[in-house]
């Protein structure tokens, strides 16, 4: 069974231009999310959906940073304009519909010069 | 508060030896779910090992154990014959029910193997 998919695998900009991470959950697995991890410390859920229904987005920063899972598979997550503090590591995760575990993928490495 | 602790930044272990990484959580959820990841320098989040709230014993994946205590709110991990392949940071994280099934994570504990 192919894992959590994720590109790209690194990303380089400078501030204030925009980026966009794709991912790829499980087959079958209905809710998915998006961490943020930054150098040093533990991943923080900016998103949650289930299906292409947004179940908690308390943690994104909705000015600059924006989701979307349209047809309920894979899933978009976008940041316009980019700051130097979004340097992090993007982790996209997803669970079965009654699932307890959350199975990870690669992760996007993101450095904004 | 912060809902999951490690308190453990770093830390060595001897190849073929056991070793504990402790995680204290805060919850008053009566359901909730405990986790442990394994991240190596690539990055990904492997996972290892669940506790349930509900769970009469202690959870066992191969050479990973759970030492579940309910009345302390510890989740410790234990290793048992270290490989150097181990050699990661781990993360505890919880689950509460009430939270919508988002993981809460502790901020790790980086462990290196010697040969």
């Known amino acids: 069974e192919a894992g959590v998919a994720q590109s790209p695998r690194y990303k380089i900009i400078e501030k204030r231009q925009s980026v966009a991470f794709w991912c790829n959950p499980i087959?079958?697995?209905?809710?998915l999310y998006w961490y943020q991890q930054i150098l040093g410390q533990g991943p923080k859920l900016l998103i949650q959906?289930?299906?292409?229904?947004?179940?908690?987005d308390s943690q994104l920063p909705k000015d600059r940073f924006s989701a979307e899972r349209l047809k309920g598979v894979d899933s978009t997550l976008k940041i316009q304009p980019a700051k130097l503090e979004d340097s992090a590591v993007y982790l996209c995760?997803?669970?079965?519909?009654?699932?307890?575990?959350?199975?990870f993928g690669p992760g996007t490495r993101l450095l904004v010069l | 508060a912060q809902k999951i602790t490690q308190t453990q930044p770093g830390m060595f272990v001897q190849e073929k030896e056991a070793v504990t990484l402790d995680c204290t959580y805060d919850?008053?959820?009566?359901?909730?779910?405990l986790f442990w990841y394994k991240q190596p320098s690539s990055g990904e989040m492997i996972f290892l090992i669940y506790?349930?709230?509900?769970?009469?014993q202690n959870a066992t994946e191969g050479r990973y154990s759970l030492n579940f205590q309910k009345a302390r709110k510890s989740a410790n991990l234990v290793i048992s014959a270290s490989q150097l392949g181990d050699s990661a940071m781990y993360f505890c994280?919880?689950?509460?029910?009430?939270?919508?099934?988002?993981?809460?994570f502790g901020g790790g504990t980086r462990v290196l193997v010697k040969p």
């Open positions: 995760a997803s669970t079965a519909a009654n699932g307890e575990t959350q199975y």
């Open positions: 087959s079958g697995h209905a809710t």
């Open positions: 959906f289930q299906n292409n229904g947004v179940v908690d």
């Open positions: 919850t008053s959820d009566p359901s909730y779910g």
């Open positions: 506790q349930g709230s509900y769970d009469q």
């Open positions: 994280a919880m689950r509460e029910r009430a939270a919508g099934n988002k993981l809460t």
